[in-house]
C-alpha cells in the first residue's frame, strides 16, 4: 500500500517534471532558429514559478483567492443541487421531461459570455453574477446525468422497492438517489473544473478582484508570465475541491464491490 | 417478531373465519409486444382465486408464465385482458397488501443485509431502533445473524435469497407472492426454511402464491398446487387439492404414503406438459 | 472638499485598466486624486468598453470612462448619457500593414480584398478602418474584417501572417512595431495623424454617467471632474518617466523601455483641457453615420452628449 | 401514440408562447415604472423575430451559420471520439489513469477564454482554433462519463466475457463499449451545447464569420436584438444536432428495457 | 453441433487414455477482506483432483464455498494461499482452458439470445455466418430455438439460464465449471439437460466440476460427489465415487437400488454439516 502509493505519486512527480521540461527546452531553446513555445507566449518555467512564489509572500493572492473560492464553490453547490433537483424531477416526472426537453437542451447551448451582461443587470457586480456564470455551467453537466442516472436504475430492485411500499419520496431517498449517485459523482468531477471556469470567466468579463481579474489584468500588458502564474493557481486549487469530492465520494459509496483481493 | 406484528398498522386482530377471497384472476390475458413489432402471447385468458389463508403454488414448465403470473398479481404488468381482484377490490396501479420475493436479486446493493431487511419496517414508520432490532431477529431466523453488516455482492447467491425472504416476511403482508424463493438453496435449508414460512403462514391465515419446480416441496407446504401448460398461450391445466393433514412438517409429510400418491398423480400430469414444451421450443 | 458630497462612494466602469486608453484614470486613482476630492472609487474591469456601458445603464456602476461615440448611440437608442470630460481627444487607432505586405498596400486605398484585424467586430478600432475605407472610395464589404482581440493574440495573429493588416491601439502597435513587424498607415494617436483623417479632434476616452445620476449628485460628478481634471494637468507636465513610476510595475508590459516608447507615441492622444467642442462632436459623428447607415444623423442633439458645466467649475489647484 | 405526441406538441408550443408572453410584457409593460425586462438589455420578441426573419430572407445568416456549424461539428465529434478513446484507455489502465488524474483535472479547470490567443497563435484564425475550443469544453465532459462507464459494468458480464476467452480488443467491442454507451449519450447531450459554445466563444473571440462574429458585432453596437435573434439561431440548431444524437441513440440501444407494456 | 467441434482449434483429436490430471488444487485457502477491515475465511486450506474426463459434483450447505472454489478454478479469484494447477501447469490469471456457467445471470443484455451463443464461437476466429448457424442448433437443443431473437430481459429465469447454458457448451472447452446451471428449471428439463450435458461428456472426455443442490442430480450424473462442510473456514468432508454404470440416462438411474443407497449414505453426511451451518449462522 505505501509502496504502491510512494510509486504512484513518484510517476506523477515524473509526469510534470518531463512536462515543465518540454516547456522549459521549448521556451528557452530555439530549434532551427525557432522558438517551439515562444516566451512571448508562454514565458518560462521558472519565471513562472518566481512569479507564484512572489504572489504568496506579498501576500497579493489571498485576496484574489478567497472571492474566486467563494464564487467556485457557491457555483459548485447551487449548479450541482439545481441539477440535481431537476435531474430527479424530470426523470420522474416523463411529461414535464418531455415538454421540457428542447427548451434545456437550447439554454444549455447559449454562450455564456453573451449572458454575461444580463447577469450583471440582474445580479449586480459582486460575486453573484460570476456565481450565476459558473452555475449555467455546473447545472446542465450535472444535470443530464443525474437524470440519466435516475432511468438507469435497476428495474427489478425498484419494483422490490415498490412493492416494499416506499412512498415516492423513500423510493428518492433509498433508490433513486443512491443508485444515481455514482452518476452524479462522474458529473461532479467535471463540474468542479467548470465551476472555477464559470467564475474566472465571470471575473475576466467585469470585476475588481479574483483569479479571472487578475489573469485579465496581465494579460492586457503582455504579462505571460501573470497569465501562467494565475492559471497556475487556479488549477493547483481545482485539485483540491476535486478531493475533497473524491473523500465524499468514497464514503458514500463504500457499497461498490471493489477489485476484489487478488482478482486477476 | 412479536415487535413486528406489533408494528403492522394494516392488520386486523380477527379476521372472519370465513374464506374470503384474497386474490382473484379473471380473465386475465398477457401478450408482451417485443420491441413494438411481434406480439408474444404469454399467458391465455387464466381464470383463478386463493382464499384467504390458503397456500398455493403453481407449477408448470420453465417459461410458461408463473412469474408473469405474479407480476399481474402484483401490479407490476397490467394484464393485456382480464383484470385482477383484490380482497374484492379490482386492483389498479400496485397492490399494496401483498409481499414479492421476486425470482431475480432484488436486493439494494448499497444497503447491508441488515439494512435491507430493516427498511421494509423503516417504509411504514417503524422507528430505525426497533426496526434493526426485528431485522436482527429476522436475519437470525434465516441463518444468517454473522452476515449482517455485508453488502449484497459480498454474499452467495443462497444467502442473497434468504435476505429477500426475511425482508418479504419482516413486514407480514396479507398476501405473499414467492417466485422460486428456495431455488438456490440446499434441500436441508429449503425444509427449514419451508417450516419456517408455514410456521408464519399459520400464525395469520396468509394468502400465499408460490411457484417452485420442487413438486415435492409444493405438495408438501400447499393446500393447492396449481399446474400450468407449457407457453406459449399457456393455461391453467390442473388444479389438486392436497389434502394432507395440517400442521405439517415439510421434512417429515414426504414419508406419508399419501403424499406419494399424490406426487405421482401430479407427476404424470406435469411430465407430460414439460415434454410438450421441450418440443415446440426445439421446433 | 470631502463635505456635502452626495455619493462618495463610486463604482466606476473601465475597459482594461492596465491599457494606455485609460491612463488618466490610473493616475487619478495612483496620485490620490479622487481622495483628495473626499471620493472613493472602486474600479471595475470589463472584459471590453461595451460590457461595462452595459453595466453602467444596468445600474451596476455609476460612471464609466469610456468610448464618447457611446454616448450619442445611447442617445439613438433612447438613454440619456452624457460626457463631463474628455480624457482622451484622439482616438489613439493605428492602421498598420504587415511588413512584408508593405509593397502592395501603400495606402488605405489598396486595401482592397485584404485581411484586417481588429479587436472586436463592431468596435472603435473597426469603425475606424471602415470610415478610412469608405473615405478612401472602397467599399468596406470588400475587405475582410476579423476580430483578433486584444493582447497577444492580435500580436500573434499578425506575426503568424493571418492578417494583412491591422486596426489596432497601444500597446499592441508599440509592439508591433518593436518587433518590426508593420508599417503604418494612419496614425490617429497623433494631431497631424487626426487632423489628416477627421479634420477635427475626435473625442476617444471621456468619463460618461447616466443624465439623472448628473442630476442627481452634482457635487459627486463635479468632484469627479476636479479629479480628472487635475490629472490632465498633470498629465500635460510629467515626462514619461515620471509617468512610468506613478503607474504600477506589472503595467509596464514586462519592458520599461517598451512602455516609455508606448506612452511617448500616445503622448499626444490625452486632451490637455478635458472639454470638447462641436467640431469633433460632429467628426465622431460623422464616423459613425459613415459606418453604421442605421444610425439616424438628424435625430441625434450633439449638445446632449457633453456637458462642459462641471469643467467650467473645475478649481484645479 | 399519434394523440400523445400531438399533445405533447401542443404542450411544447404553450410553453414557448407563455415564455414569450413573459418577455412581451416584461419588455413592453412598465411595472411600477419600471420595466421588468429593460429593451435595453432584452430586445423585444417581436423586433427579434423580425430580425431573424430577414437574416434568412437576405441570405446573410448562410455563410455565417455554416461556417458554425461545420466547427461546431467538429468540435462535437474530435471532442467525443478523443473523450471516448482517452476515457476507455484511463478506465483499462488505472496505473496511467492514477498518474494522470490530476492533470486532466487541473486542464479542465483552465479557463477556455484564456486559452484562446494561444491556439491562435498555434491553430491561426481560422475555423480550427474555435474548434480547439469547443474541443475542450466537449472532451472533458465525455471523458468523465466514459470513464466512469466503463467501471460500471457489470463485473459477472465482464468475467463471463473474460471466461468466453475474449481478448482485450473483443471485450471493449463487445463489453465495455455497448455497456457505457449510455453513459456517453448522457454525456453526448450535454456536450453538442458545448461544442455550439466553444465555437461561438471562439468566433466571440477573433474571428471574421460564424454566428459567434455576428453576435459580438451586434454587441459592440449594442444592437441586442441581433444579438438575441444569433442566440435564438443558435439554439434553434442545437436542436437539430441534438435529435441526430438522439436518433444514433434510440437506433444502438434498441436492447434496453423500454416502460413495460401497460408498466404502472 | 459437428461444425462447431471442427471449429475449437485447441482441442486435440486423440487424448491418451491415461486419466491425466485437469484441475488440481493444492492447499488452496481464500479469505475475504471485507472492506479492507475483517477477513472472513471462507474456504480452509482445501486440496482436490479432477481427472481428465471425470465428472465431479460438488455438494454443500449454502454459503460454503462452493462458487468460490470455481471462480478460483477459473482464475478470478486468486487464492490467498495454496495455488491452482490445469493440466499440470500452474494457474496464473485466467483459466483459458475452461467454461464457466456463472451462478448469476451473465448474459450479455446488449446482445439477443442467439448472439449471445454465437459471440462465444466468434470470439475464436469462427465466422459470424458459421457461428450463428451453429449457436441456432445449440438454441434449439436447448429447448429455446424460438426465442433466438430475444434479448434477456424479455426471458424467463430458465429460459436465461439455458442460454447461458448454450453459450459455455458451444465452444466445447476442455474443462467445464458449472454453478448449479438446473436450478431454475423444472424437473423434467433438468433431466433432459442433464442427459444433453451427459452426451457430450462422454463424447470428448471433458473434465466437469459441477455444482448443484439437489444430490439426486448430483449422483446420477457423476463419477465423484464431493461434499464440503459449513462455512466460514469449510472444508472439503466427504469424497464418494459414485459407480453407477454408464452410460447412464439421467432419468432411469434414480430407479436403480444402488443409486437409493448412495443416496442414502451421502444424504445423512450433508444433513448433519447443513444443520450445523444453520446454527451457527444463527448464533
Ligand atoms: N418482457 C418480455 N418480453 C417478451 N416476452 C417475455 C417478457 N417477459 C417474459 N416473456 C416471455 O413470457 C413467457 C413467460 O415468462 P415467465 O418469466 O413468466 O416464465 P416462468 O414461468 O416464470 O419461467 P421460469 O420458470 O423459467 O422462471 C416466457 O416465454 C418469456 O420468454
Ligand atoms: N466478496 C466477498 N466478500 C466477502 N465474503 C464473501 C464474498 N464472496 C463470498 N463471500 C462469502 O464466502 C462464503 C462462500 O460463498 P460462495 O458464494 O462460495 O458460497 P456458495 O457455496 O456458492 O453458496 P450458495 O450455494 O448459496 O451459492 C459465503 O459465506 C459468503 O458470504
Ligand atoms: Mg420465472
Ligand atoms: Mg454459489
Redesign the pocket.
Known sequence: MRAASLKLLALQVLVAVVAIGIWHVGSSVPIAGKYFLPEFFFSTPLDVFQRVVKLFVSGEIWRHLWITLTETLLAFVIGSAGGVAIGFWFARQPLIAAVFDPYVKMVNALPRVVLAPIFMLWLGLGIWSKVALGVTLVFFVVFFNVYQGVKEVSPVVLSNARMMGMTERQLFRHVYWPSALSWMFSSLHTSVGFALVGAVVGEYLGSAAGLGYLIHEAEGVFDVTGVFAGMFILSAFVLVIDWLVTLVERRLLVWR?QA?VGQT | MEMAARREPSRPSAEPESAATAVRLDGVKVSFVIRGAAVFDAVAPTSFEVREGEFVSIVGPTGCGKSTLLNVTAGLLKPSAGHVEIFGERLAGLNRKSGYLFQQDALMPWKTALDNVAIALEVHGTPRKEALEAARGWMGRVGLAR?CE?YA???????RKRVGLAQVLIRRPRILLMDEPFG???AQTRQIMGNLLLGLWAEDRKAVMFVTHDLEEAIALSDRVVIMSAGPDARVIGDHPIDLARPRDAAEIRLDPKFHALHKRIWDQLREEVAKTYEEGAR | SAQGLEKPSITLGGGEKPLLYYLPLTLAERLGHFKEQGLTVEVQDFGGGAKSLQALVGGSVDAVTGAYEHTIRMQAKGQDVRAVIDLGRYPGVVLAVRKDKADAIKSVADLKGAKIGVTAPGSSTFILAQYLMTKAGLDPKSASFIGVGGGASAVAAMQKGEIDAISHLEPVITKLESLDAIKVLVDTRTTKGTMDTFGASNPAAVLYLKKEFIDANPKTVQALVNAFAKTLKWLQSATPEQVADAVPEPYWLGDKALYLKALAASRDTYSPDGTIDPASMKSMLDLLTATDPQLDAGSIDLAKTFDGSFLKNASVK
Chains 1, 4 share one sequence.
Open positions: 464491490p476484489a | 452476515f455485508r455482492h459480498e454474499l452467495s447467491g443462497g444467502q438456490p438453496l440446499d
